[in-house]
C-alpha cells in the first residue's frame, strides 16, 4: 500500500514562491508516475504536472506558463512542486497523485484516472 502526504501550503502574497512537498510511504517502488492537480473552489480538478518516478521526464499543464516546477528526490520518496510569481487565480487545494501501473502514460499524464493513489491535499491561497 502506498500513502501520499502533502505539505508546503501556505497564505502568501502575489509574486511570492511556494515549494510543495509530497511525501510517499509504504511500497514506494510501486510507484511508476507521480503528480500534482490542483482544484480551485466551484472549479474542476486540474493537473499541474507529472514526473516519470525513474528519470527526470516531467510533464507540466500549459497553464504553468513557466511559473511551475516538478522534481523528484527518490532517495527520499519526495516530489516537489515549485511555484513562482504566485498569482490569485493559483488559489487552490494542491493534491499529489501516483500511478502504481508501470506503463507509459506520458500521453495521458494529465487525466486524474491514471492516479490510483491521492494525498489529502495542501491548501495555497494568493492575495493581492
Known amino acids: 500500500q502506498v500513502r501520499l502526504v502533502e505539505s508546503g501550503g501556505d497564505s502568501v502574497q502575489a509574486g511570492e514562491s511556494l515549494k510543495l512537498s509530497c511525501k510517499a510511504s509504504g511500497s514506494t517502488s510501486r510507484i511508476s508516475y507521480w503528480a500534482w492537480f490542483r482544484q480551485a473552489p466551484g472549479k474542476e480538478r486540474e493537473a499541474v504536472a507529472a514526473?516519470?518516478?525513474?528519470?527526470?521526464?516531467?510533464y507540466l499543464g500549459d497553464f504553468t506558463q513557466g511559473r511551475f516546477m516538478i522534481s523528484r528526490d527518490y532517495a527520499k520518496r519526495t516530489i516537489y512542486l515549485n511555484i513562482d510569481n504566485l498569482k490569485p487565480e493559483d488559489t487552490a487545494r494542491y493534491y499529489c497523485?501516483?500511478?502504481?501501473?508501470?506503463?507509459?502514460?506520458?500521453?495521458?499524464?494529465?487525466?486524474?484516472?491514471?492516479?490510483?493513489?491521492w494525498g489529502q491535499g495542501t491548501q495555497v491561497t494568493v492575495s493581492s
Open positions: 514526473i516519470y518516478a525513474g528519470s527526470d521526464t516531467h
Open positions: 497523485a501516483a500511478d502504481l501501473r508501470f506503463r507509459d502514460i506520458g500521453g495521458s499524464w494529465w487525466s486524474q484516472s491514471e492516479y490510483a493513489v
